[in-house]
């Protein structure tokens, strides 16, 4: 079965470097969702993508978070400088129709800042 | 805006029980999701439901829709140790234009040695 794709698994690194999180959707999904995800707590959603344009950026901290999809197929999301706030997993999701098909989520990067 | 409100927030169950959770919103839904995340590990779908009233059934899973499209239940038949994790529903309203995910806040399902 096809899967959503994140590398890397884990990431550490001080405060105040940068860090990048790579996605590659399952293939034919249009929609792309980057969602954080505190331990104990539901999924928060960062960015959503149509293709390789931004629909929803509204809960993203755009002074230091970024997040492309420049061809409309994987995506990548930056952090820089990185805080100690940051630390969380980072879960990349794609879906082929949003609401009428789900989303599938990849397994995650698990970003510690220290 | 829309609150999902999912309980139990934990279960402690013997194993081969039957184990039952729900989600009611504030709001009408059009989709219920069900997803289930082990430590570490992104969510796996479990069951999707698009129809009010639907019941579905994965395995020894089984969900439906409800006919007010304001809640959801999630039920687990004779439990086994692999089912342990957290389990959250999420839910999708078309007068949203992104369809975008309300989520629960989990029911963290454990099985008593």
């Known amino acids: 079965e096809a899967e959503v794709a994140q590398s890397p698994r884990y990431k550490i690194t001080e405060k105040s470097q940068a860090v990048a999180f790579w996605c590659d959707p399952i293939s034919g999904h249009a929609t792309l969702y980057w969602y954080r995800q505190i331990l104990g707590q539901g999924p928060e959603l960062l960015v959503q993508?149509?293709?390789?344009?931004?629909?929803?950026d509204s809960q993203l901290p755009k002074d230091r978070f970024s997040a492309e999809r420049l061809k409309g197929v994987d995506s990548t999301l930056k952090i820089q400088p990185a805080e100690l706030g940051d630390s969380a997993m980072y879960l990349c999701?794609?879906?082929?129709?949003?609401?009428?098909?789900?989303?599938?989520f990849g397994n995650g990067t698990r970003l510690t800042v220290t | 805006g829309q609150q999902l409100n999912q309980s139990p927030q934990s279960m402690f169950i013997q194993e081969g029980e039957d184990v039952s959770m729900n989600c009611t919103s504030s709001s009408i839904f059009n989709t219920w999701l069900w997803y289930k995340q082990d430590p570490g590990e992104g969510p796996v779908l479990l069951i999707a439901l698009y129809k009010a009233g639907e019941l579905t059934s994965n395995g020894r899973l089984t969900a439906q829709f409800g006919i007010t499209r304001k809640d959801s239940f999630l039920n687990i038949s004779a439990s086994i140790p692999s089912d342990v994790g957290i389990y959250f529903c999420a839910g999708q309203s078309l007068m949203d234009s992104n369809y975008q995910l309300i989520w629960g806040a989990g029911t963290k399902l454990i099985i008593k040695p």
């Open positions: 999701a794609s879906s082929f129709n949003p609401g009428r098909s789900p989303l599938h």
């Open positions: 993508f149509q293709d390789e344009s931004v629909v929803d």
